[in-house]
């Protein structure tokens, strides 16, 4: 005997598995959301297969239906299999909406069977249909969240992958080192500048490095403080920083800011600051005597 | 104090290499042994090597701008060399930009421009 009250849930779960198995899949494909296009019926039919095998074990498992909480002990295979699919799902980039309704699409075969059998006994018919609509609630309300949990880990890659894109550092020869900053530089990007560029120092022993704000849309402030706060930084790893691209415009600003760059070398184009850094690592470059003269 | 730092005398310019849990006493009196050490050699260039330190506080970032200002005194010129990323971080971030003493990238560069000014 189960201590369940969804003892004839179970008992359809058990004995009509491909039957509602198949029914599962129908009302999905009824509700929009079988997704055959990204799923095959095999794969899908495998997946639905744990799902309803974990939800089972779940409910013959778990003593009491009071306190539902899907965290516990019984509903663990329920649980890895709601992960698995969900995991898939959102890297296939299905909506949260679909998501629950591909779970709650579940409730209409399993009603249809319950009212089968207990046509004889209404109040156990309500009584199981609301303990197992509150069940199938609670899954697909977990199935949300980890949904967003897997979106939140997603978008938080991206956000590192493009942290890493947007502040590439390039050896332009050597000892020679030069960061082009494309965008806007907050504090959080201002660090990541500056912690790739101090690294790249030691790594290539870079004695100048040329930071080029060509790309940068607004100097204000506070970018211009981090700008010499890089700068000091760079100093005091024993290299030596050259800001370039500074446009007419930003020059007004930064004057009209009464930013002071103090000893900081600045040039207008990053042709004139790499220019000064070849004198100054020991390179000249010379037109060959024989070069046509454009 | 032998061991919070070793000092060696090369070509007139002194080296010195600090050790990384280097306290506030054994700096204050590394300090006090490199001027003495600097009239007594006659030397012309004092090297410091921090590479060994990962953590430098205010008070050792103070230490190290007063060494150089008083070797300059003492007509010596210091380089700060071998500074950690983080640590180069993490003084700009307490604002103390050293700007008294110069820097190089290692041992190797600082004495390079030192023979370039003609002080070794």
């Known amino acids: 005997m189960t201590r369940t009250s969804l003892e004839t849930v179970l008992a359809i779960l058990r004995e009509e598995f491909d039957e509602l198995l198949s029914a599962w899949l129908e009302t999905q494909k009824a509700e929009g959301v079988r997704r055959p296009d990204l799923f095959s019926d095999r794969e899908s039919r495998r997946q639905l297969g744990e799902l309803l ?38 890297e296939r980039g299905v909506s949260p909406s679909e998501m629950a309704t591909f779970v709650l699409a579940l409730k209409q075969p399993v009603f249809a069977r319950l009212r089968q059998k207990l046509e004889a006994a209404p109040d156990k018919l309500i009584e199981e249909i609301t303990e197992f609509s509150r ?12 949904f967003i949990a897997e979106r ?5 890659r991206q956000r590192t992958e493009m942290m890493e894109l947007s502040t590439p550092v390039v050896q332009l020869w050597d000892r020679v080192l030069t960061i082009p900053l494309i965008g806007t530089l907050d504090s959080v990007r201002a660090q990541e500048v500056m912690e790739n560029l101090l690294n790249s120092i030691v790594e290539e022993s870079a004695e100048v490095v040329i930071v080029d704000i060509t790309g940068v ?78 | 104090m032998a061991e919070a730092a070793s000092v060696y005398l090369v070509e007139r310019v002194l080296l010195v290499a600090i050790r990384d849990n280097i306290t506030d006493t054994e700096i204050m009196n590394l300090q ?46 210091t380089y700060v060399v071998g500074m950690r990323p983080a640590v180069a971080m993490t003084l700009v971030e307490l604002g103390m930009d050293l700007s008294g003493s110069k820097t190089a990238l290692s041992l190797s560069h600082a004495l390079r421009r030192l023979r370039r000014d003609g002080l070794a």
């Open chain 1, 53 to 90: 095998r974990g939800l089972g074990d779940g409910i013959d498992a778990a003593d009491d239906q009071r306190t539902l909480n899907l965290e516990a002990e019984p509903w663990a295979g329920l649980r890895a299999a709601l992960e698995e699919v969900t995991h898939e799902r959102v």
């Open chain 1, 135 to 146: 069940l199938l609630d609670a899954v697909a309300m977990h199935t949300n969240e980890h």
């Open chain 1, 152 to 156: 939140d880990q997603i978008i938080e």
């Open chain 1, 217 to 294: 849309r607004v100097v204000d402030t506070q970018v211009a403080q981090h700008l010499l706060r890089t700068a000091a930084a760079v100093r005091l790893m024993g290299a030596e920083a050259i800001i370039s691209g500074i446009s007419p415009k930003i020059a007004q600003t930064m004057v009209e800011l009464g930013v002071d760059v103090g000893e900081v070398t600045t040039r207008p184009t990053i042709r004139a600051a790499l220019s000064d850094a070849f004198r100054k690592v020991g390179f000249s470059i010379e037109r060959r005597g024989d070069a046509d003269r454009g």
């Open chain 2, 32 to 77: 006090e042994e490199l001027s003495d050490r600097i009239v007594a050699e006659g030397a012309r260039g004092v090297v410091i090597d921090i590479a060994a330190l990962e953590i430098v506080d205010t008070f050792v970032g103070r230490v190290l701008a007063q060494l150089s200002s008083m070797a300059r005194l003492l007509a010596a010129e």
